[in-house]
């Protein structure tokens, strides 16, 4: 038996559309990270970017479980003393409810120069429109 590994001009990247309305956020960012990585393919390999586009609509109709919608907060360090900044799930889904799934699925893909490769290849927007229609996307239904 052989290993297939994949080459680079040799993979084919689609384009998946995914509607985050009433999805958990965990669990949709689970799947999109899958997709990212390419693990949903029998040609996966872990040291190439085989993964599909992804294009999240309605991000800011995704909900959280228990009390995570009023108690969760959201941390980032600016890098100057006492630069830490705070906010909560509530609010930053009230003004950028993009970055909310981006954190989550960021967070489940590698850390390293092909993890910010597969990042890039995450549009998400807030409504129910999207300027990838040239594309022909498919939708997935989760």
């Known amino acids: 038996m052989k290993t297939y590994v994949a080459k680079k001009n040799n993979i084919q990247h689609n384009w998946i559309v995914v509607d985050a309305e009433t999805q958990v956020l965990g669990r ?5 990270a899958l997709i990212l ?3 949903h393919k029998p040609e996966f390999t872990p040291n190439a ?3 599909d586009y ?3 609509i309605n991000a800011e109709k995704i909900r959280v479980t228990g009390r995570k919608f009023m108690d969760k907060m959201y941390t980032h360090h600016s890098g ?3 630069g830490i900044k705070t906010i909560s799930f509530r609010d930053l889904l009230a003004k950028f409810p993009e970055r909310i799934i981006r954190q989550a699925v960021c967070g489940m893909l590698p850390k390293n120069p092909l993890g910010r490769a597969m990042a890039k290849k995450l549009k998400i927007y807030a409504g129910p ?3 990838h229609t040239a594309q022909q996307p498919k939708t997935l239904s989760l």
């Open 28 to 32: 949709l960012a689970s799947k999109i």
């Open 37 to 39: 990585r390419g693990k």
């Open 49 to 51: 970017d085989t993964g």
């Open 54 to 56: 992804v294009i999240v």
């Open 80 to 82: 100057y003393p006492g």
């Open 129 to 131: 429109s999207h300027q």
